[in-house]
């Protein structure tokens, strides 16, 4: 699944996670919080990963906050969250 938001690959004991958004330099979005958090958590349930590697897809890991997302929660007077129902 090559246009997943985040990428998740078994390596051994290593679960390597890939945020794949290289055309906006893997900036942050709802979105990808979401498939992230998600596949955290399904690393730290599985006995048999003993590390979580994080890195980015094409020459940035994470520019921050997309600009587009945050723009678009300041034209709706409202705030945001980068995983609904998260806390970490």
């Known amino acids: ?8 690959e078994d390596r051994g004991a290593i ?3 890939t945020l794949n958004r ?4 893997n900036a942050w979005t ?9 596949l955290l958590d399904e ?7 003993r590390a979580i590697v994080v890195t980015g897809a094409g020459k940035g ?3 921050g906050a997309d600009m587009d997302m945050l723009q678009g929660i300041g034209n709706r007077g409202g705030t945001g969250s980068a995983a609904p129902g998260k806390h970490y």
């Open 1 to 8: 699944m090559a246009d997943d938001v985040v990428l998740s």
């Open 15 to 17: 679960r390597l996670l």
């Open 22 to 25: 290289p055309d906006r330099l």
């Open 30 to 38: 709802g979105e990808l919080a979401t498939r992230y958090f998600t």
């Open 43 to 49: 690393a730290a349930a599985d006995p048999d990963v």
């Open 61 to 63: 890991f994470c520019a």
